[in-house]
């Protein structure tokens, strides 16, 4: 199945990812890291995982993202692995559409918040509207296989965010996901308060 990632905003020139295990391995533990310093996680929260060939590596359930090790990452193929992260069906449903690449599951406070206040998000910016577009909220209980099927057939083009939990990006490598999730959340955070600005002036518009 072909890819669904559209528009490709940030790299026209559409690559796989290095290949070598060893880099995989490093850009999740760069990247996990990333994620924790730029507030888009914190703790054992949030997972990420990249899909190169028939592989799929993942955190492990319950691994500090700021602080991941290698062993903290699993690679399996097949049936997915107990200790991985309590979100793997998600990712393994994601990459059954998209095939490969990355996602990056992260907990920014202000998707959070607006996903509790708006059915989608729409961004009022320039970066949010150019680069993500309408991004769907869709709710259910965790673990679930009724999120699961939520999840995926929700993300038809770069993100789709779980109602009062968190967001879901994809791209074709971690650097990717991960700028989709810093543009996600800093496009909630400006929509945010410009909610709040019109609620105290009564000027609402959206
Ligand atoms: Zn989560």
Redesign the pocket.
């Known amino acids: 199945m072909g890819r669904k990632i559209t528009p490709d905003p940030l790299n026209r020139k559409l690559e796989l990812p290095d290949s070598s295990k060893g880099s995989i391995l490093k850009d999740m533990i760069d990247f996990a890291k990333m994620a924790t310093d730029n507030g888009l996680?914190y703790g054992n929260?949030?997972?990420l995982s990249v899909k190169y060939s028939d592989e799929i590596y993942i955190t492990r359930s319950g691994a500090m993202m700021g602080n991941l090790k290698k062993e903290d990452i699993i690679i399996f193929s097949g049936d997915i692995p107990e200790k991985s992260s309590s979100?793997s069906p998600i990712h393994y449903g994601i990459y059954q559409k998209i095939d490969y690449g990355a996602i990056m599951?992260?907990?920014g406070d202000f998707t959070i918040i607006l996903s509790l206040m708006l059915k989608d998000i729409r961004p009022c910016d320039f970066v949010g509207d150019r680069f993500l577009g309408t991004i769907p909220i869709v709710e259910g209980e965790?673990g679930t296989t009724a999120l699961t099927t939520a999840i995926t057939s929700s993300i038809h083009n770069n993100a789709v965010i779980?109602k009062g939990?968190?967001s879901f990006t994809i791209g074709d490598d971690l650097r990717k996901a991960f700028v989709l999730s810093c543009a996600l959340e800093a496009s909630c955070k400006l929509l945010y308060y410009k909610h709040v600005y019109e609620s105290s002036t009564s000027k609402k518009e959206v």
């Open positions: 996680i929260f949030g997972n979100d599951h992260m907990h965790f779980v939990h968190g």
